[in-house]
C-alpha cells in the first residue's frame, strides 16, 4: 500500500505540472 501511495504521489507530482501548463493554455 505504501509503496502504492509513492507511485501515485511521484505521478501525480510529474503530470500536476503538465496539467497547469494546459489549463493555463485553456483559459487563453
Request: charge should be neutral.
Amino acid at each position: 500500500s505504501s509503496l502504492i501511495d509513492q507511485i501515485i504521489f511521484s505521478v501525480v507530482l510529474k503530470y500536476c505540472p503538465l496539467l497547469t501548463l494546459l489549463a493555463l493554455l485553456l483559459h487563453q
